[in-house]
């Protein structure tokens, strides 16, 4: 089949579609990707490697300060629909018109399409064009069920919780959709109402990018959600060489806690505020710790026995060498924490982290979430400590990791796929897979 790919957003959306674009040209099939990065970063190398096509679509161009007080104005929302609104507002709509034009032309070259849930132009795009259309999403949270609760409200039970999925529901078909519909007029379509269920769902097949052990399945879910497995990027993929410093620092101590935020470092009118509290925390919590900052400002911190600081590391060379990670509760990194037998402390900056922090803290391999509107370095140390001190957590830790070992998103991604949009290839192909990509 010829298959094209489309996505948008920061590393945590486009490396699980990477990772599944390489599955499938590995598969046999001719693939095609458009990456819309909303950090402007370049992702070819990655096509290279994996022997896949790779276009990158629309550029943000806003300053440092721009960010900080968007990031701000998300975090003070303090709702998941005003959060998601304001992202999109600004990170997706002023990108919509480049992305629905690349859509298009992904559908008339493809055979079937497959798009990051949020992805309504490569949706409205598939459909006017008939063609089989897969979403991935990445948060069980957002997938209704009366037996969960949705994101940012508490689990009242499986009575109440549909009233609160009614509501969001109504909300953001007001809210949200009305930019939806304005394209699908545009394209010669009906509105559409319900956008949750009917646009950032493919009714068709939605593949879930996460291990079954954190997002559960629901006795209420319909047959097309299908729970596949952590989306990893192959190691052969990507390129990199570990700085002697970071080396050295690993080699000469006990294992170190790995700290970031990911994209949620700009969180206040300055990010040295963010990167101090992750810095004193190590220090009173008395660990090694690496700290991982994207911004220039690191370099202002003093230099300390105890801290290795560094702008970025991909987390399969690094996780394996750590104790614990710090980190926000992005659907990537809490996966990457725990494919590495990692414990986890959570801080949470926007709602759907929230169900990420809560799925871990059941499964024994993360304290109690902390939140960004009221974190100290005091209280994160208290949490670091509490993990470091708990042989039981580490073990858990390293249980999950090998759980998650065993599973492979990828592959069953891709055979959902082939049996749901070309059922007749399906059994013939399925020895071809390389065990490379999983």
């Not at 996505?7 to 945590?12: H, I, L």
């Not at 999109?88 to 992904?106: R, V």
């Not at 069980?140 to 009366?146: A, E, K, L, T, V």
């Not at 509107?373 to 858990?396: E, G, W």
């Amino acid at each position: 089949m010829k298959i094209g790919l489309q996505t948008w957003g920061s590393d945590g959306d486009i490396r699980p579609l990477l990772a599944l674009a390489g599955g499938l040209r590995a598969r046999g099939h001719k693939v095609s990707m458009v990456v819309s990065s909303v950090d402007n970063k370049d992702y070819s190398s990655y096509g290279r490697e994996m022997d896949f096509t790779i276009s990158h679509v629309g550029k943000l161009s806003y300053d440092n300060k721009t960010v900080r007080l968007v990031t701000d104005k998300i975090i003070a929302a303090n709702n998941p629909l005003k959060q998601l609104e304001i992202i999109l507002a600004y990170y997706f709509n002023p990108l919509m018109p480049e992305m629905f034009a690349a859509a298009e032309q992904l559908c008339r070259e493809n055979d079937a399409l497959v798009g990051h849930f949020l992805h309504y132009p490569l949706q409205t795009a598939a459909e006017k064009a008939g063609k089989p259309y897969a979403t991935v999403t990445f948060n069980h949270g957002g997938i209704y069920s009366r037996h969960s609760r949705m994101v940012g409200i508490p689990d009242l039970g499986k009575w109440m919780n549909p009233y609160w999925w009614k509501l969001f529901h109504f909300l953001s078909d007001r809210s949200i959709g009305s930019e939806i519909n304005k394209l699908r007029r545009s394209a010669g379509l009906p509105p559409i109402d319900k956008i949750a269920d009917t646009v950032w769902i493919s009714k068709q097949l939605n593949l879930l990018a996460g291990t079954s052990a954190i997002s559960r399945k629901q006795p209420d879910w319909p047959d097309y959600h299908h729970i596949c497995g952590f989306f990893a990027v192959p190691e052969t993929a990507e390129k990199w060489t570990m700085p002697d410093g970071l080396k050295q620092f690993l080699e000469t101590g006990p294992p170190p806690v790995f700290m970031t935020l990911g994209s949620m470092f700009s969180l206040d009118a300055s990010p040295d505020i963010t990167t101090e509290i992750l810095v004193q925390a190590a220090l009173l919590a008395g660990c090694r710790a690496i700290v991982q900052s994207p911004w220039d400002d690191l370099r202002k911190f003093p230099d300390h026995p105890q801290i290795y600081k560094i702008q970025k590391a991909p987390h399969h060379y690094i996780f394996p060498h750590c104790s614990a990670v710090v980190h926000h509760g992005g659907a990537g990194t809490t996966h990457s924490a725990t494919l590495h037998g990692c414990p986890s402390v959570v801080i949470e900056h926007i709602a759907d982290q929230g169900v990420f922090a809560n799925e871990l803290e059941r499964l024994g391999v993360a304290p109690k979430v902390l939140h960004r509107r009221n974190i100290t370095a005091k209280k994160l140390a208290s949490a670091i400590r509490s993990v470091l001190d708990s042989p039981d957590m580490k073990k858990r830790a390293e249980e999950l990791g090998a759980f998650m070992q065993k599973e492979n998103g990828v592959k069953r991604a891709v055979e959902l796929i082939e049996k749901r949009f070309s059922p007749g290839e399906s059994s013939s192909r399925r020895g071809s897979y390389r065990k490379k990509v999983n």
